[in-house]
């Protein structure tokens, strides 16, 4: 598995490292940074609307040519559409536990550190995926102007 962070420095890296690494690996995970520990989040973290256009061709190449991908932490409506690989729930990283993560991240959902936690904005209440995703990363809600992005309809 080859993981990577869509960040303002290396977005445009990604399609061509994926075709690069194509064959090497048996699965690809698209995610999105959550930093903390002093790190200014403005620098590295994209806006999310500014990344609909990146992640979809992405996810088209890799429909195209059969390769596995995962898309993590990223709300289906930043894509604009529903797919099972599209993995937007609150789950704790691996081998995390409540002593992994250091006092001042600390909260009351199991062993996710505060910059983890997600949120339900208004548009959301109405989204036909409401109950596969979470919402958004607190964080992103702060530098996103999700005035652009459209609740998922339910198909007729």
């Given at each position: ?21 194509d ?7 698209v ?5 903390r ?13 500014k990344?609909t256009?990146y992640?979809?061709?992405i ?32 789950y ?13 991240y ?7 550190p505060?910059?983890?936690l ?17 919402g ?10 999700t005035?652009?992005l ?5 198909k007729?």
């Amino acid at each position: 598995t080859v993981s990577f962070m869509f960040m303002k420095q290396n977005y445009l890296q990604a399609l061509p490292l994926i075709k690069q690494l194509d064959g090497m690996f048996s699965r690809f995970v698209v995610g999105i940074p959550h930093l903390r520990n002093g790190v200014k989040f403005e620098k590295f973290a994209m806006p999310l609307e500014k990344l609909t256009k990146y992640l979809r061709i992405i996810d088209r190449h890799c429909a195209r040519n059969n390769i596995a991908v995962n898309f993590l932490d990223i709300p289906c409506c930043v894509f604009g559409y529903y797919k099972k690989y599209i993995e937007n729930k609150n789950y704790p990283p691996p081998l995390a536990s409540v002593r992994s993560v250091p006092l001042q991240y600390r909260t009351s959902k199991h062993s996710l550190p505060s910059y983890r936690l997600k949120k339900k904005i208004a548009m959301c209440k109405k989204c036909a995926v409401s109950r596969k995703c979470d919402g958004f990363l607190k964080d992103y809600i702060k530098i996103s102007d999700t005035t652009q992005l459209e609740q998922l309809k339910n198909k007729k």
